[in-house]
């Protein structure tokens, strides 16, 4: 087969939860294990996503380091991945604004993601308003352009995501069909998408909405990082509802079928969260809960050693090094594509 590039990024927002591990990272450990030679495999760590959201600087500093170390403990290899800080390759920021002057305001406009923070923020949807105009910002509306600009600048031919970033791939295609388009002899390679058969991973506090970093309630998530004691109790209190048996029914059962879901994730047999379901007729929730934590500490067992051994290694220097070797070689990945960006818009 043709050789592949693979691309894809998290932000280091804070330790990965399992919604990120089994909707994205454990696919790039997978995609590495069948990697062929001449395949290149790049993994960023977006600290410039990040910063669409306010961040403390020392903060944010410590948590990429933790995302670097994060990615090592779950089986990313160094030499065969390139592990990098999105910020350390400024071909990233330079292509997201050759982009942006191709792109769609209109489209863009559309995106769920944006869409979603307009109600969030107010619970109306015009920027007429001047006070939620000034609370939005431009940063936050053009993340798809940067996203694009991620994967087209590393001329990436597989983006293995989660579920949830479907709509902005298909925007990153939109961008290089946009610019090859608009100047002459342009090639920017749109990607295809790998997203992952999983289903969203929802909070464990509220089943309608998805398991993320950025939630306040630390409760809503599991980080892959958890001592199993943590794991269990963040199950016991996960919230299901007040019929006290199983049964797999997504629609009207969210936070059972999402605990089912999770389980069947991390069963080794691969059973389906209905037959799981099956198998646990008659039981109580509670039991649930508990196998289900149990297969979830299996399938995160020794992250959470390798983590702290990363963060640790040669006093911390280890890990810089990494760093440093991925930005070389991501800088050098980025270079050819700029080269001809620059060379046919004339810059
Ligand atoms: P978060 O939303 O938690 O800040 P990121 O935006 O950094 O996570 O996303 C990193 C990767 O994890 C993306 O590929 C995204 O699709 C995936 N992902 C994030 N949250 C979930 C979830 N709840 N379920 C499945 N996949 C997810
Ligand atoms: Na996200």
Not at 36 to 61: C, G, K, N, Y
Not at 245 to 252: G, H, I, L, Q, S
Request: hydrophobic share 40%; charged share 25%.
């Amino acid at each position: 087969r043709e050789p592949r590039t693979i691309f894809s990024g998290i932000q280091p927002t804070g330790v990965p939860h399992l919604g990120n591990y089994l909707g994205a990272m454990r696919q790039w450990r997978e995609l590495q294990a069948e990697a062929h030679p001449e395949d290149r495999l790049l993994f960023s760590i977006v600290d410039l996503h990040a910063i669409t959201m306010p961040q403390d600087a020392r903060q944010l500093r410590q948590r990429s380091r933790e995302m670097l170390a994060a990615l090592i403990a779950i089986g990313l290899d160094p030499k065969r991945c390139t592990l990098f800080y999105q910020s350390a390759v400024p071909a990233h920021s330079e292509l997201l604004w050759i982009l942006s002057c191709t792109s769609s305001m209109g489209y863009l406009g559309r995106m769920t993601q944006w869409k979603s923070k307009l109600t969030e923020n107010n619970n109306r949807m015009s920027l007429d308003d001047d006070a939620l105009a000034s609370k939005l910002k431009l940063g936050l509306f053009s993340y798809p352009v940067l996203q694009a600009a991620d994967i087209l600048v590393h001329r990436a031919t597989h983006v293995p995501v989660g579920d949830d970033q479907r709509q902005h791939l298909e925007f990153a295609r939109e961008c290089a069909t946009n610019f090859n388009a608009a100047f002459k002899n342009g090639r920017l390679l749109a990607p295809e998408t790998i997203t992952t058969e999983t289903p969203r991973v929802m909070s464990l506090q509220n089943p309608l909405s998805k398991m993320s970093k950025s939630s306040p309630s630390h409760k809503s998530r599991i980080e892959i990082t958890s001592e199993p004691a943590e794991i269990r109790a963040r199950l016991r209190c996960a919230v299901t509802d007040s019929d006290n048996w199983v049964t797999y029914d997504p629609a009207r059962r969210p936070g059972v079928a999402n605990l089912l879901e999770l389980w069947a994730q991390c069963d080794p047999t691969r059973r389906s969260p209905a037959a799981l379901a099956e198998d646990l007729h008659g039981a109580t929730l509670g039991a649930l809960k508990r196998q289900a934590a149990e297969a979830i500490i299996a399938e995160l067992d020794g992250v959470r050693d390798r983590y702290r051994e990363a963060l640790q290694r040669k006093g911390g220097k280890w890990l810089d090094e990494v760093a440093h070797e991925g930005a070389f070689r991501a800088r050098q990945s980025a270079r050819r594509t700029m080269l001809m960006v620059r060379d046919v818009v004339g810059l």
